[in-house]
């Protein structure tokens, strides 16, 4: 069946280091991926997508990897600040659309000053 | 524009009780989603709505029922809570120009 996955629970970095949340997935077909942000006692925000035609997309100060050979997706935040510290979630969903989306369990980042 | 809220924000029931948590967009948009978010894990879809007037099951619908009221409010019913149905329950809306989900702030539920 379908699956998302994170390969790490917790992540910590040092204020203005660069950070990579990775996320695996298994569905072959997913074509539309999402990451969002989750701040303590908030829902989840938006932060960047990707669709399967692309491997790469950027952000304002973050950029998504799509590597769909493996399977893997990856968020990487420059100059991490501590207003990054959160729970990140990528999602999927392989009709082509945010219609249903599955999600992972959640990074949580923790930016030290 | 308040994007999409979600009332009431927190509540605790008995075990048996019934409730029903609202939800609302004002962007216009056509589906809307209910999530729970259990402790350590990701979310999970209930119950979606993909137009007024229609709704689907989810990953998880059972315990609960939903209603598609007009095409701004979605709501969710417990009809006999049960401490499992303890979570953190979130409503989205989707932006089919962008095809992206928008959540609201959740509704922290306790069932004792």
């Known amino acids: 069946g379908e699956s998302v996955g994170l390969h790490l629970p917790t992540l910590s970095v040092q204020e203005g280091d660069n950070s990579i949340i990775n996320c695996a997935y298994s569905n072959s077909a997913s074509d539309y991926f999402i990451w969002y942000k989750q701040e303590s006692g908030k829902g989840p925000q938006f932060i960047i997508d990707?669709?399967?035609?692309?491997d790469k997309r950027q952000g304002q100060r973050v950029t998504v990897l799509l590597n769909k050979t493996v399977k893997h997706l990856s968020l990487q935040i420059a100059a991490t600040q501590p207003g990054d510290s959160a729970v990140y979630f990528c999602?999927?969903?392989?009709?082509?659309?945010?219609?249903?989306?599955?999600f992972g369990k959640g990074t949580k980042l923790t930016v030290n000053p | 524009n308040a994007g999409v809220t979600q009332t009431p924000k927190f509540q605790v029931l008995k075990t048996g009780q019934s409730m029903t948590l609202q939800c609302a967009q004002d962007?216009?948009?056509?589906?809307m989603y209910w999530y729970r978010q259990d402790p350590g894990m990701g979310l999970r879809l209930i119950y979606y709505?993909?137009?007024?007037?229609?709704?689907d099951k989810g990953e998880v619908p059972n315990g609960y029922n939903v209603s598609r009221l007009n095409k701004r409010e979605f709501s969710l019913r417990l009809e006999s809570a049960a401490p499992s149905q303890t979570s953190v329950y979130f409503c989205?809306?989707?932006?089919?120009?962008?095809?992206?989900?928008?959540f609201g702030p959740g509704t922290r539920l306790t069932v004792l």
């Open positions: 962007m216009n948009h056509n589906s």
């Open positions: 999602a999927e969903n392989w009709k082509g659309g945010s219609e249903k989306l599955v």
């Open positions: 990707i669709r399967s035609n692309m």
């Open positions: 709505s993909a137009s007024e007037g229609t709704t």
């Open positions: 989205a809306s989707l932006d089919r120009r962008t095809d992206t989900q928008y």
